[in-house]
């Protein structure tokens, strides 16, 4: 017995050592991009404190707010010193309705804890007010605002042991074991060099996710095209093809059997068609924007549309796979009489990126020069998890603090979360491709302006898409906002319906009408912008899928016997769905290390044949 206490406590010094080396190592690797990041936010609070001094007018509000937290400070320290005689608990200031960091009982039952979790929230309170005191211009104003949100929240009393009452609580319930738990957690996940969000054993990609049956009929360097095995006698001639974002896998539209966006198409009799992005690896660095649209997108649809039975196809692109689809289409509609597109739809998808929420707050002038620079990538890289975490900060309360409160000082292990498996399931990205996205279409946001950009040769006018469009967009939606996805209605010349759904980009996508969750709005009047649309349009309860889905098949053709094989004479079964790209992981790609071979494309400028030849 005591032999095998030495074991774990010699195994458990190993690996504290081992993270400890690891912490230390990754601090010097990125010790220069830590110095400019935090000189970089340091002349920005230099600036705006500077113009605060100079300001008297902002000065003299600035002391009023001060002086109005001063005496909200000794009112809840008042209030909760007489809560442990009167029972008296009407708080100074109370958590928003979504703030979930404070709603245990413990943080109002004992007066310590009462006053740290009121203090924190007017401290939250008077940050915003005295940012908002200087005119600094907006867009300073949300980098500013950013970075008060990510210092705040760090320092939050939810995420120390001693100020946090429940986890102190479950550390005497428990005896100590729950600290112990945590601990043990911590380690593996700085071995692991990220945060466990969900329970990643629960899950297996063509075991429990991804398994909507299909084919792999095709697939280049980019890509690997799936075909879905029909579940209906009849399904519509026209089929669609799903184009995820390719910083995803795209098995978010593909998850389990009860909300899986796939199924519900197919079993409604639609063949449904999905690109699996590939997984960069070193070496394949030098793939540019050109060839995801000429290699991704347009050739998906070509694959699609000569499998068709009547050469058209349906299309929707999910995120920055919109974002793509739009392009292709714009190029595709050079050649009206032969453009294989029917309808396009775009799902939380941005073209125009003039507002793009909470992360437009670090994209600016100096991150472009350290992308130009090869600061943040590596072998021509950008690696998935770099913008997993960029993701993470947007909501940094509930993607990283959350699990670190209940992880580390509660020991408690992640519940198993499909969701966030995918989220964690990250894919790479060719740095000359992804510095030609960042720059010219989110920093100078030139895709929303006329014939600014030139992509396959041809310059991009997305007025030109005048087939039927959908835009949908969510309430909640953090990455892709709805107020700048109701913008692409604006852009394209074609008739346009514009649904807006509840919740998030994630949550509100994948939202099956068996959940009968967060609701919908239709039918708004488009003149006159977002505000005035939602004043107009129609509430309605249950999901979007359902009246998306009604159009969809009114615009997919007459019905015809469906075909059990996938593909064609041309296009043939390569492997069965999800197929081998999908299960690419980001660190086997980095650990593979190997040069890739890839030719790079040079043709004319694209013209659409009869035969759709590339």
Request: proline letters at 4%; glycine letters at 6%.
């Amino acid at each position: 017995m005591e032999k095998t206490k030495e074991f774990t406590l010699t195994n458990f010094i190993t690996r504290l050592t081992s993270a400890n080396t690891k912490i230390a190592k990754n601090y010097i690797d990125n010790y220069s991009g830590y110095h400019h990041d935090n000189r970089d936010i340091a002349l920005k609070y230099f600036n705006f404190f500077s113009k605060l001094a100079i300001d008297p007018k902002a000065l003299y509000k600035t002391q009023n707010y001060l002086l109005d937290f001063f005496q909200d400070q000794q009112k809840a320290f008042g209030v909760v010193f007489n809560n442990s005689n009167s029972g008296e608990k009407e708080p100074v200031i109370e958590a928003g309705e979504k703030d979930r960091r404070f709603v245990a009982p413990e943080w109002t039952d004992y007066p310590y804890f009462n006053f740290l979790k009121q203090n924190h929230l007017l401290i939250e309170k008077l940050t915003r007010q005295i940012t908002d005191v200087v005119e600094v211009g907006d867009k300073k104003k949300k980098q500013l605002e950013f970075y008060n949100k990510q210092y705040l929240d760090t320092l939050c009393p939810t995420n120390f042991l001693m100020s946090n009452p429940e986890a102190l609580k479950l550390a005497f319930e428990t005896k100590g074991k729950s600290l112990w738990d945590g601990f043990n957690n911590l380690v593996s996940d700085i071995e692991k060099g990220k945060i466990t969000q969900s329970d990643e054993s629960a899950f297996e990609v063509g075991l429990n996710l991804a398994v909507t049956p299909g084919s792999v009929i095709y697939e280049n360097e980019l890509l690997q095209l799936i075909q879905y095995t029909p579940t209906t006698k009849n399904v519509c001639e026209i089929p669609i093809v799903l184009m995820p974002s390719w910083i995803n896998k795209y098995y978010v539209l593909d998850l389990q059997a009860k909300n899986s966006f796939v199924k519900f198409l197919v079993d409604k009799g639609i063949t449904v068609f999905v690109t699996s992005w590939r997984n960069p690896s070193p070496g394949m660095g030098h793939l540019t924007f050109d060839d995801y649209v000429r290699q991704g997108a347009l050739k998906a649809i070509e694959v699609a549309k000569e499998i068709s039975p009547v050469k058209k196809v349906n299309v929707l692109g999910y995120c920055m796979g919109g974002t793509l689809l739009s392009i292709a289409l714009s190029i595709l509609s050079t050649n009206k009489k032969n453009n294989p597109v029917n309808t396009a739809t775009f799902l939380g998808s941005m073209i125009d990126f003039s507002d793009i929420g909470p992360i437009g707050a670090v994209i600016n002038g100096a991150l472009m020069k350290k992308l130009e620079r090869g600061e943040l990538t590596k072998d021509g890289i950008f690696y998935g998890h770099d913008m997993e975490r960029a993701f993470n900060l947007i909501r940094a309360n509930d993607l990283v603090w959350r699990y670190v409160v209940n992880n580390y000082l509660k020991g408690l292990k992640p519940t198993p979360f499909d969701v966030l498996f995918w989220t964690n399931d990250n894919t790479n990205l060719p740095s000359e491709m992804y510095i030609y996205y960042m720059r010219e279409m989110i920093y100078e946001n030139k895709l929303s302006q006329k014939n600014a950009l030139t992509i396959c040769n041809t310059p991009i006018d997305i007025g030109k898409i005048e087939i039927p469009v959908f835009v949908v967009g969510f309430s909640e939606d953090y990455i892709s906002p709805a107020e700048t996805c109701f913008e692409t209605t604006k852009l394209v010349s074609g008739p346009v319906e514009f649904i807006y759904g509840g919740s998030g980009h994630v949550s509100g996508a994948i939202n099956p009408p068996s959940k009968n969750k967060y609701g919908y709005y239709l039918h708004g009047k488009l003149d006159g912008g977002f505000g005035n649309w939602k004043k107009t349009a129609k509430y309605n309860e249950g999901s979007w899928w359902t009246p998306w889905s009604e159009r969809l098949l009114a615009n997919s053709g007459k019905q015809i016997a469906a075909k059990q094989k996938a593909g064609n004479e041309k296009y043939t079964k390569i492997e069965a769905a999800p197929g081998s790209y999908v299960m690419e992981k980001c660190s086997e790609c980095i650990n593979k290390n190997v040069e890739i071979n890839l030719k790079k494309v040079s043709e004319p400028t694209y013209e659409l044949s009869e035969n759709f030849s590339l």
